[in-house]
Each structure stands twice: as structure tokens, then as C-alpha cells.
């Protein structure tokens, strides 16, 4: 699976987007773009995944760059809430999921 | 709703013991994990299975050992605790082909 590299945080004013970048310049054609978040410690959650076009869903919006080196997950309103550390993963569906070091986002009231 | 169990959530236990943590899923998902984490740190797969009677280890070593009997469990046991294996251990599932991985809430061991 191709490696991804994320700042290791930000902060963000409640209720602005956050935008969460993703850099994978090594991707291959049949990987996706996997976004994942862990709240204090909890197990992690499924976001978002795409291959090539944009996706949104109630959660967050996911923008790939036509080359698909890179990406960025989008949090339209952030909420205290959404305070996390939150996982970029490329792999092929098949392939079990690792973990890196992810970006700790901070929203600030 | 279909979900996913870990049980105990906190464990606290002396060394030398013998522990077995729980891990239940009701999504009928052939594929299940083991994932520990220590505060603060990245998670690190110890144990997959792809189905019944099906176990292998994950990519950081643990004297952990794993059983999958039935579909739905897939609990993980150490013979005898030790301080450094002081952790929160997660377990996950996915179905065969699925995108998403659902994770349970965790177990935080404390060994002293």
C-alpha cells in the first residue's frame, strides 16, 4: 500500500471548515483513499473513501486531485466534537489497514 | 443494530496472571483484527483472521495468542501477564470486499 504523509496537527475555529491535506504521491490505479478518526482513545471510525472523484457524505467531503497524489478531507462546520486524531490510509480494498501517525486536529472555541 | 463488543473495557491484573480479552461481532464479517495501541501512539496490527479456524500474526510482535471457533468471536488471550504489556488492545471486523473496518470500543489493560 502506498505511504501517506500528514501534517501531525492542526487547529481549527468551531464552526469553520476544517481541512485536513493527505499526500500520496506514490499511489497506484486500484487504491483508494481511505479517511478514518479515533476520538480520545476510542476505537476509530470510518469517514470517507474515494478512488478518483470527489465524495461527501453526512460526515465530510473528500477532494482528489486529478493526478490523485493527493487529497484533503473536509469538515464543512467543525464542531468541538470533531476534535480527533484523524488517519489517511491508501490501500487496495483487499489489503488489511495499517495505521500512521495521523493529524491531531484541535477545534478551538 | 449490528455492532461490535469488547469486554472487559478496563482491566487491571497482576503479573503472572492469565487474561483473556473479548471480542464479539454480529455482522457475520469473515475477516477480524487485533490492533494495540499505547497512549498516545500509532496502532499496530498483532493478530488477523480471515475466517474460521484461520489466525495469523500482525506486523508488531506479541506473545498474545488468538482463536477464531466461531464467526462471530475472536478473543485474545496472554498466558501470563507482564507490566509491558500494559495497553489499550482494539479488535475490528470487515466483511469480505468491504471498504469499512468497524472497531470496538477497546479494552485498556493495566498489568502491575
Given at each position: 500500500d502506498a505511504k501517506t504523509t500528514q501534517p501531525p496537527s492542526m487547529d481549527c475555529a468551531e464552526g469553520r471548515a476544517a481541512n485536513l491535506p493527505c499526500n500520496h504521491s506514490t499511489i497506484s490505479g486500484n487504491?483508494?483513499?481511505?479517511?478514518?478518526?479515533?476520538?480520545?482513545?476510542?476505537?476509530?471510525?470510518?469517514?470517507?473513501?474515494g478512488l478518483k472523484n470527489n465524495e461527501t457524505n453526512e460526515m465530510a467531503s473528500l477532494i482528489i486531485t486529478e493526478d490523485r497524489k493527493s487529497s484533503t478531507l473536509i469538515l464543512p462546520h467543525a464542531t468541538l466534537r470533531d476534535t480527533a486524531?484523524?488517519?489517511?490510509?491508501?490501500?487496495?480494498?483487499?489489503?488489511?489497514?495499517?495505521?500512521?501517525?495521523?493529524?491531531?486536529?484541535?477545534?478551538?472555541? | 443494530e449490528a455492532d461490535i463488543y469488547q469486554t472487559p473495557r478496563y482491566l487491571v491484573i497482576g503479573t503472572g496472571k492469565k487474561?483473556?480479552?473479548?471480542?464479539?461481532?454480529?455482522?457475520?464479517?469473515?475477516?477480524?483484527?487485533?490492533?494495540?495501541?499505547?497512549?498516545?501512539?500509532?496502532?499496530?496490527?498483532?493478530?488477523?483472521?480471515?475466517?474460521?479456524?484461520?489466525?495469523?500474526?500482525?506486523?508488531?510482535?506479541?506473545?498474545?495468542?488468538?482463536?477464531?471457533?466461531r464467526t462471530e468471536h475472536f478473543p485474545l488471550t496472554l498466558e501470563?501477564?507482564?507490566?509491558?504489556?500494559?495497553?489499550?488492545?482494539?479488535?475490528?471486523?470487515?466483511?469480505?470486499?468491504?471498504?469499512g473496518y468497524t472497531f470496538g470500543s477497546g479494552t485498556r489493560l493495566t498489568v502491575v
Open positions: 487504491e483508494y483513499v481511505y479517511w478514518y478518526r479515533q476520538i480520545h482513545s476510542q476505537g476509530p471510525q470510518y469517514i470517507i473513501h486524531v484523524y488517519y489517511c490510509i491508501v490501500r487496495v480494498p483487499i489489503n488489511d489497514m495499517r495505521f500512521g501517525a495521523g493529524t491531531r486536529l484541535t477545534v478551538k472555541p | 487474561i483473556t480479552l473479548e471480542c464479539s461481532q454480529t455482522m457475520g464479517h469473515d475477516k477480524m483484527y487485533w490492533y494495540q495501541q499505547d497512549p498516545g501512539m500509532e496502532l499496530h496490527l498483532i493478530h488477523y483472521s480471515y475466517g474460521v479456524n484461520s489466525t495469523e500474526k500482525g506486523d508488531l510482535s506479541s506473545e498474545s495468542t488468538v482463536s477464531r471457533i501470563s501477564a507482564r507490566p509491558s504489556h500494559t495497553s489499550q488492545y482494539l479488535c475490528a471486523s470487515r466483511g469480505t470486499g468491504g471498504h
